[in-house]
């Protein structure tokens, strides 16, 4: 997929949007979604929905696409992806990840706070 965007993402932030694949991948690892195919692969598509279909070229926001399931379905922390990614990626990563539901609570009502979050998030959710 990375050749399809050579025209629209610049040198410099596909190789910073590099580095966020390979740290996805290295926390995912093996990880498959409910329909067997590679976690890894759905994160490549939302790339491409918000590069292709969108014309998403923030490379701050195509990071945090990549990046939206790792604190949620690894035990990559929220300070880790703060850390080697800066605050605008964690503070998008934050807000996509659906947090833990409380009591009495559904884990799709815990996620519905994405929707009141302003539009990059959703940009980097809504792919």
């Given amino acids: 997929m990375r050749e399809r965007w050579v ?8 190789v910073l949007l ?3 694949v390979e740290f996805a991948v290295r926390w995912h690892g093996n990880q498959t979604r409910p329909a067997g195919e590679p976690s890894v692969e759905h994160l490549l ?3 491409c929905v918000l590069v ?4 998403t070229t923030d490379i701050d926001v195509l990071r945090a696409a990549v990046l939206h399931d790792v604190v949620e379905d690894t035990e ?5 992806v703060r850390e080697r990614f800066g605050d605008r990626v964690a503070v998008l990563v934050d807000w996509v990840t659906k947090p833990a539901p409380t009591e009495g ?6 996620g519905r706070r994405i929707w009141h979050a302003c539009n990059t998030p959703r940009t980097v959710f809504c792919w």
């Fill in 7 to 14: 025209r629209q993402i610049a040198d410099p932030d596909l």
């Fill in 18 to 20: 590099d580095e966020a």
């Fill in 45 to 47: 598509e939302a790339v």
């Fill in 52 to 55: 292709e279909a969108v014309g």
């Fill in 76 to 80: 990559c922390s929220p300070e880790e």
């Fill in 105 to 110: 609570q559904t884990r799709e009502e815990a």
